[in-house]
């Protein structure tokens, strides 16, 4: 952490009262987000986290990003907060000068990171449907709302986030799955209907317990509700690649998640919400090995092969129902 850095936290602190007369034990940067800089900061009492946007996200392809994001992730967070307190760190204040915001820090032994779970094969269906369910309480909130889509109208920077690094990049490496792969960016980009969080991944949820908490809403737009969904459901079968040998409980999982989402739809037709997510799933998977910010636990050539087939024969051929991607999943790694 640099001198300055440590100097405009302090600041910060000091204009929002969150000192409150105790000294700083230690401050320190948290590893691990490649969007922003975090960190740690230990009073005599307790702890607090401090987190500040990037305009380069720190990946290796050229990747920039607006920085009024911060101010839009910490807005979700408003408006999550008083209808589902237990599903989101509590915020402390923000610095606008300084795009700062200070939020609770979460006792990592007491609330583990789900990625962690996931890929040491601990995998328990009954969170993954706490998810499911969570996420559509929020959309169902959020859908419909002029003030929210007003509030949230942050398409620049969800563009610049997710539809170009994802779907576009992607494109690009891809020219028979061009055509698709741009039309999926279009109609995401043109269907606004809920407060999208952008970025439900499993490295964002902490397993509280009997509830997920959900971190890192940087990607908040007011959007297509299918992208969140899609975009959490994309993890567990990049899980299944990973771990073949726990496939049975990953795909009761997806499962789980998926019919818990659907119970809380209310603001469109199931069969329009879910078509959207089962066409746009395929397009997320490629772009996981193929796009600007591949995951890193799939190492090996022969996974990112499978990735492929599984996308290419989903983006080809586009099915409706999000079992029917699973199936398609689950075919290739048994064939």
Request: proline share 6%.
């Amino acid at each position: 952490m640099t001198e300055n850095t440590s100097e405009i936290l302090l600041q910060a602190m000091h204009k929002l009262g969150l000192s409150k007369g105790q000294q700083i034990a230690t401050m320190a940067p948290l590893t691990g987000g490649v969007s922003s800089d975090i960190w740690r900061i230990d009073f005599e009492t307790h702890s607090i986290c401090a987190k500040r946007a990037l305009a380069q996200l720190k990946v290796s392809a050229l990747w920039q990003a607006p920085l009024s994001r911060n101010a839009f992730e910490y807005d979700w967070y408003q408006v999550v907060a008083p209808h589902f307190p237990q599903h989101v760190p509590q915020m402390l204040g923000r610095d606008e000068e300084h795009g700062i915001f200070f939020m609770s820090f979460l006792e990592p032994s007491q609330h583990p990171v789900w990625k962690d779970r996931l890929l040491q094969g601990q995998i328990d269906p009954d969170f993954a449907a706490s998810v499911g369910d969570a996420l559509g309480g929020i959309h169902q909130l959020s859908a419909n709302r002029a003030d929210l889509a007003q509030r949230f109208k942050s398409d620049p920077e969800f563009y610049s986030l997710r539809l170009e690094p994802y779907l576009l990049a992607t494109a690009q490496k891809h020219p028979e799955l061009a055509a698709v792969l741009e039309t999926l960016c279009q109609s995401c980009a043109q269907t606004h209907l809920a407060l999208v969080h952008g970025d439900v991944s499993p490295k964002n949820i902490l397993c509280a317990p009997g509830h997920p908490i959900f971190l890192d809403a940087e990607c908040a737009w007011y959007g297509d509700p299918a992208f969140d969904l899609a975009f959490c459901l994309n993890h567990l079968l990049l899980k299944m690649i990973h771990r073949p040998d726990r496939q049975q409980a990953l795909a009761l999982s997806f499962s789980r998640l998926t019919q818990a989402y659907l119970r809380q739809v209310q603001w469109e037709s199931l069969a329009s919400l879910e078509q959207r997510t089962a066409r746009l799933l395929p397009a997320l998977l490629l772009a996981r090995v193929d796009g600007k910010s591949p995951v890193e636990y799939l190492r090996e050539a022969h996974q990112h092969q499978t990735v492929r087939h599984i996308a290419q024969a989903g983006l080809l051929k586009p099915v409706d129902e999000l079992e029917r991607v699973l199936e398609l999943t689950m075919k290739a790694l048994n064939a």
